[in-house]
């Protein structure tokens, strides 16, 4: 079994397609189904939200404020999956809810351990 | 009552009782002469009460063969140690033996069980062994009915238990009382001990139904002892040490648990399904005792295992199939999952699933669980595609038919098999 990065990606930015609150509530339910059923398998092993907000930091000492203004996609949060090969992990991603969200992205990656 | 009927009876209290106390007096690596003190004591008593009748006492009159017997051997080995054996560590100079008292207090009883409960949890003791010592120690088991709760024979268990008073000997276990901070640490190998006691009544493939129960039942008391039963030198501040929340969530647990003892094996042993059981078998009183404990371990900032093990289980006491019921199972699984994955929380877990999200939906769920070792995931295959897909539910079950442990379980499932194959 080796462990697989999902990176979830979505538009944060455009004001028409952020849910509304009653949305996000019925979201999170669908993800944390989604979770839950990963866990049930043994093959969950960590993961998080991650804040909207953030900086980004170029060579040269110039921050910016994310890199919202360049991409519709930005990272929303990952979870960390065993699996014994990319297609189980690819398999296992598609459940992600998320993909039910139109330019919405989940991206499947092997972490090899190495810095 | 005579006393063919009561020497069984009274060994299964007793025995364990006179060996905590003896031990005390002795030493834990003593266990096996403490233990063969007392079986001399009933032997002594099965003759003489044969001949001469029962005493006024039976109780008093055992502790008293017992405190002789205990106090002759300690005389025995002060001769051998000062003359013999000056360099042994527990020489003369412990004082005069004439001076011991064995005594049989109710005080020094629980005091003497409750030591050797966290001895025999002691970290250099493997588990199993722990189980095998808990069942002849503090629950006063015979060796033949432990080689039947663990579905082996008695030369197994004698090994075992040979072995586990070997590591006692050689990892110098005492019966010294460890101090607080100790005892927190130690408190959930204890706990462990008490619910894996309790497993093996309720769970195990044994089919001595009284003997699965006794079992259960012990493992309640033990837990008890501990909340409610303990020594004054134990507390801290009056406090009982012991009496923590995970304590009284894991007593909260069993007595949930037990409260279907009567309901889930029917008069030929054979398993009842949760669906099929008479309610009017489950026991009200262990419900609203779980009920009680249930509330008291609600407290603290730790929430642990035992205390959603002990939510569900409530649930559990509720028959209605409501939607809050399902909601809230399928929650406390997911919760549990989360804190330590074990096999069957997924597969119970699967089984909320479909309860919340219907049967299509835990179909997925449950064919990505991997557990197809597992006997149980078959017989989970086989409910949830019962009456979707029945084809597909007869060849799980009889999956699950061909892993079958017991005769028990077998007849329970071809039991349902036959049924579904009346229906096609």
């Known amino acids: 079994m080796d462990e697989y990065i999902v990176l979830m990606r979505l538009d944060l930015i455009t004001k028409e397609k952020q849910p509304t609150p009653d949305q996000l509530k019925v979201y999170m339910e669908y993800y944390q189904d989604w979770v839950n059923g990963i866990i049930a398998q043994d093959k969950f092993v960590g993961g998080t939200g991650l804040d909207p907000k953030g900086k980004v930091i170029r060579p040269g000492g110039v921050i910016t404020d994310g890199p919202f203004a360049e991409i519709k996609e930005s990272l929303a949060g990952f979870i960390i999956i065993r699996a014994a090969s990319l297609e189980e992990a690819v398999e296992m991603a598609k459940g992600n809810p998320i993909l039910n969200g139109e330019g919405n992205s989940v991206e499947v990656r092997r972490i090899n351990g190495q810095h | 009552m005579d006393s063919t009927e009561l020497i069984p009876q009274l060994f299964r209290t007793e025995y364990r009782k006179v060996v905590a106390v003896l031990c005390k007096h002795f030493g834990f690596d003593q266990i096996a002469i403490a233990e063969d003190i007392a079986s001399d004591a009933f032997l002594t008593a099965a003759e003489t009460w044969g001949q001469k009748g029962l005493p006024p006492n039976p109780t008093a009159w055992l502790y008293t063969v017992a405190a002789n017997r205990a106090k002759n051997y300690l005389k025995r080995r002060r001769v051998f140690d000062a003359k013999l054996a000056p360099q042994l560590r527990r020489s003369a100079s412990d004082g005069a033996t004439e ?186 009183d262990l419900v609203s005792k779980g009920g009680y404990f249930l509330n008291r371990s609600a407290s603290g900032d730790r929430l642990s295992k035992y205390h959603l093990e002990a939510g569900i289980a409530y649930w559990n006491t509720q028959k209605e199939d409501t939607e809050e019921k399902w909601t809230r199972i399928l929650q406390l699984y997911d919760i549990l999952l989360q804190r330590e994955y074990s096999p069957m929380a997924a597969l119970n877990r699967t089984y909320a699933y479909s309860k919340v999200h219907g049967k299509e939906g835990a179909i997925r769920e449950a064919l990505a669980l991997g557990l197809e070792n597992n006997r149980y995931f078959y017989v989970l295959l086989g409910d949830l595609y019962t009456s979707v897909d029945d084809e597909r539910a007869l060849s799980n079950l009889s999956a699950a038919l061909a892993l079958a442990r017991t005769p028990a379980e077998s007849t329970s499932l071809q039991k349902r098999i036959d049924g579904l194959v009346k229906q096609e």
């Open chain 2, 99 to 284: 001076d011991i008292e064995v005594e049989f207090s109710p005080q020094n009883i629980n005091d003497s069980q409750l030591r050797m409960m966290f001895a025999i949890s002691h970290p250099a003791i493997p588990p199993e062994a722990q189980v095998g010592l808990s069942l002849r120690i503090l629950c006063g088991f015979g060796i033949d009915e432990i080689a039947e709760a663990f579905l082996t024979n008695k030369e197994v268990i004698n090994k075992r238990l040979f072995r586990a008073k070997e590591k006692i000997r050689e990892a110098g276990i005492s019966l010294d009382l460890p101090g607080p901070a100790e005892i927190e640490a130690r408190l959930g190998a204890v706990l462990t001990t008490i619910y894996l006691l309790f497993n093996e009544g309720y769970y195990s493939a044994g089919d001595n139904r009284s003997l699965r129960k006794e079992l259960c039942f012990e493992a309640i008391r033990l837990c008890q002892m501990l909340i409610e039963n303990v020594p004054e030198e134990s507390k801290v501040f009056g406090e009982v040490l012991t009496n923590t929340p995970e304590a009284n969530a894991l007593l909260a647990l069993m007595c949930f648990h037990a409260s279907r003892l009567d309901a889930r094996l029917d008069a030929n042993g054979e398993i009842v399904l949760y669906e099929e059981q008479d309610v009017g078998l489950w026991n009200s």
